[in-house]
């Protein structure tokens, strides 16, 4: 099964010209066939990126060395978290290795969200509410994804009756 999955991605990875080498990461579900040690798709992602054969670009190897070399730079990152290390980096100094921990990083954050959305809109978009349309299925989304919280009070405030109703 792995291998099904892993020849479907190949196919698709050359039939639109993108580079192996270019990928920065693999997302799966963690069913066995996408995760096995020798079978499984990641494993096998991860064997065609190796054999592309493109090592790391030349600069970001050259700050890699000069930072291993740096005493007060392995001092600091035993003391830091990992993203606080990396955002602590001179970024005239350290360019590429700035830009190369953005990207790993985010890839953990915006994969939780993607999977936060996807199970908000199967939540909201049940049997019972099939015939949501997309437009409010999208505000629906919007508001489930929100972080701001209403002030009530001010909005019942403002919506009060300066009258009795006759």
Request: contains cysteine; aromatic residues 4%; charged residues 25%.
């Amino acid at each position: 099964m792995g291998k099904d999955i892993f020849e479907a991605v190949s196919d698709a990875v050359e039939k639109t010209g993108l580079k192996w080498d270019k990928l920065c990461g693999v997302t799966t579900d963690g069913a066995p066939a996408m995760t096995g040690e020798r079978k499984g798709m990641a494993s096998m992602v991860c064997a065609k990126v190796k054999e592309s054969g493109e090592e790391v670009e030349e600069g970001l190897q050259l700050e890699l060395i000069e930072m291993q070399c740096d005493d007060s730079l392995k001092s600091q990152h035993q003391l830091l978290s990992l993203p606080d290390f990396y955002r602590s980096l001179d970024n005239t100094k350290f360019p590429q290795m700035r830009r190369h921990a953005k990207r790993m990083m985010c890839l953990f954050g915006s994969t939780y969200i993607c999977e936060q959305a996807f199970s908000l809109l199967n939540q909201n978009k049940g049997r019972l509410r099939a015939r949501m349309t997309d437009g409010h299925l999208c505000e629906v989304l919007r508001v489930s994804t929100t972080k701001l919280s209403p002030d009530m009070s001010a909005i019942l405030q403002s919506k009060a009756q300066h009258h009795g109703s006759h």
